[in-house]
């Protein structure tokens, strides 16, 4: 039952901005976008997450669709460290005691 | 401020036999979640307890089983292990009324083998 959609795969230079899209056209109007990452088989990491509003914290800025059917983790200035497996996620189920629907995943290669 | 521990880290364990995992949620935190991961996949949610009760279960067989003691710690059981079962089990913690700046806090995990 995923309910997330994302390139299996991406680069990108080292300094410049990821980009990384995800669709999530079946969404519901009360379900939440998470992001998390995941390197090297640890633990996923939040990064970011949202309703409707576009949101930045320290980490990324996260960029939803008007009509919600998509959006874009954008990361301004990739590191190396950043190479990892970037999951879009739909939380279904209010607060915090949701349950994460997480898609495939993708993998971001940050090249030097 | 310690965050989710999983114990053990890594554990192989034989066709039919039953495995117990176990989880400490960060400080804080009263509502674990658990996930199943296989290799080269996403995260796939088993169950949630919350309150020591299971609030909500995937579609995972009743060989799945868990449990929420007082101080919010939590075990996963799965009995009759099957070679499929072989994975990353991850748990996560949250706060049932906490704001969601923060949401979940996964562990590193437990890496299991059926063999």
């Known amino acids: 039952d995923a309910k997330t959609t994302q390139p299996p795969s991406m680069d990108c230079a080292e300094g410049r901005a990821a980009n990384l899209p995800c669709n999530h056209s079946?969404?519901?109007?009360?379900?939440?976008v998470y992001w998390y990452r995941q390197i090297h088989s640890q633990g996923p990491q939040y990064i970011i997450h949202g309703l409707k509003n576009n949101e930045t914290n320290e980490m990324a800025s996260l960029i939803i669709t008007e009509d919600r059917k998509s959006s874009t983790l954008i990361l301004p200035h990739a590191t190396l460290r950043d190479t990892a497996v970037y999951y879009c996620?739909?939380?279904?189920?209010?607060?915090?005691?949701?349950?994460?629907?997480f898609g495939q995943g993708t993998t971001l290669q940050v090249k030097p | 401020d310690a965050g989710v521990t999983q114990s053990p880290t890594h554990l192989i364990k034989t066709r039919g036999q039953q495995v117990t995992l176990r989880c400490s949620p960060k400080?804080?935190?009263?509502?674990v979640s658990w996930y199943q991961q296989a290799l080269g996949q996403g995260p796939q949610f088993i169950f949630q307890y919350y309150e020591e009760e299971e609030r909500q279960r995937g579609n995972f067989p009743d060989r799945f089983s868990g449990h929420q003691f007082p101080n919010y710690s939590s075990e996963l059981n799965v009995n009759a292990l099957l070679l499929g079962d072989s994975a990353l089990y991850l748990c996560?913690?949250?706060?049932?009324?906490?704001?969601?700046?923060?949401?979940?806090?996964f562990g590193s995990g437990t890496r299991l083998t059926v063999v």
């Open positions: 400080s804080g935190h009263d509502t």
């Open positions: 079946t969404i519901s109007g009360n379900e939440y």
């Open positions: 996560a913690s949250s706060l049932a009324g906490g704001n969601y700046n923060y949401g979940y806090t």
């Open positions: 996620i739909v939380r279904v189920g209010s607060g915090n005691t949701g349950k994460l629907i």
